[in-house]
């Protein structure tokens, strides 16, 4: 069995609040009391029938310097995507004025970047400013922060960063080389101390055991605080990318992953994001009951395909769910 938990990194709490023989025989409980005990937690803390929308919006596409073994923008993986320049504020803006319309509450910005160059933090700035005076929530990913970048974003009212650490510390080597685990963790460190609220989670289905995802779920929970945000992802395979031919990730699996991430991580969003274009709604309903309460929003989510408004709108009124 592999051993779970590991040492304690920068931003774990000094005594965990989770050990991995607790999350583990939670992660073991026969399905229907998996379930059973997630939804009780979720009631305790969240309106059962409403769901977070958020839109996510590629603002700079392609040419990512990372090796990441998932990701379609790396420039290390052939799967034919041109590089692109970051987007003009006002075109970013205008999407997120209709995704406010089409009933977005949060609006989400990635680019493919290892970290934002000097020349671009004016841009970003602007943007923050102009799509929070819309009156949505905002969330950026551009990759690694340093403490100074992160100062300046929040600053400029940036409400959630969104910084994913894919899986668990034993297994990310397998999915990336050119940055460590515990970089991922100085920048959430850098996001948490200066003040923007933390959006992080992984990618089910990238050929891990079940113990590094659950393994995951323990370095979130054991942070100094939590992220108010986990987006489970489950691997969109891309052509051109090591994990092309990752074999899937089944649903009671997935499923349970969710139930986890609700039960250790009672009061974040837990929010279903890539791969759900991949999901019978039976599957997503089951995610519902395991306590995710948001999802992206779209026909896109990055460079892979999402449900379209009309099959979200069609699935919400199948399940009688509101969005938040």
Request: aromatic share 6%.
């Given at each position: ?25 939670i992660y073991r409980l026969p399905f229907n009391d998996l379930l059973f005990k997630a ?181 979130l929970a054991n942070l100094t605080e939590p992220p108010e945000s986990v987006p489970i ?23 349970r992953i969710v139930a986890l991430a609700r039960i250790m991580m009672p009061r974040s ?56």
């Open positions: 069995m592999l051993e779970l938990g590991g040492e304690m990194t920068l931003a774990t709490a000094v005594v965990p609040a989770w050990t991995a023989e607790t999350a583990w025989s939804q009780s937690v979720h009631r305790q803390h969240f309106d059962p029938n409403r769901v977070q929308l958020s839109k996510l919006l590629n603002i700079k596409t392609g040419g990512c310097p990372e090796d990441c073994g998932y990701c379609s923008q790396s420039a290390h993986n052939a799967t034919g995507l041109a590089a692109s320049k970051l987007m003009d504020v006002e075109k970013i803006v205008a999407e997120a004025r209709k995704a406010k319309e089409a009933g977005a509450s949060r609006y989400c910005m990635g680019a493919a970047w290892r970290n934002p160059k000097p020349r671009d933090m004016d841009a970003i700035v602007e943007v923050v400013g102009a799509v929070k005076a819309l009156g949505l929530e905002t969330c950026m990913t551009l990759g690694m922060l340093d403490r100074e970048q992160s100062d300046r974003l929040s600053a400029a009212g940036l409400d959630y960063y969104n910084h994913n650490i894919d899986t668990s510390e034993r297994y990310y080597p397998q999915v990336t080389s050119t940055r460590t685990f515990t970089d991922r963790l100085d920048t959430l460190e850098n996001v948490r101390q200066s003040g923007m609220k933390v959006c992080c989670g992984g990618i089910l289905g990238m050929g891990e055991e079940e113990a590094d995802r659950v393994d995951m779920l323990l370095t992802n489950m691997l969109i395979p891309i052509a051109g990318t090591p994990l092309a031919n990752a074999a899937p990730i089944g649903a009671i699996e997935f499923v969003h837990v929010r279903l994001s890539a791969g759900r274009s991949a999901m019978t709604d039976e599957m997503q309903a089951l995610c519902f009951f395991a306590g995710a309460n948001s999802i992206f929003v779209g026909d896109t989510l990055l460079t892979a395909g999402n449900p379209g408004n009309e099959a979200d709108t069609r699935l919400f009124n199948r399940l009688g769910l509101q969005p938040a």
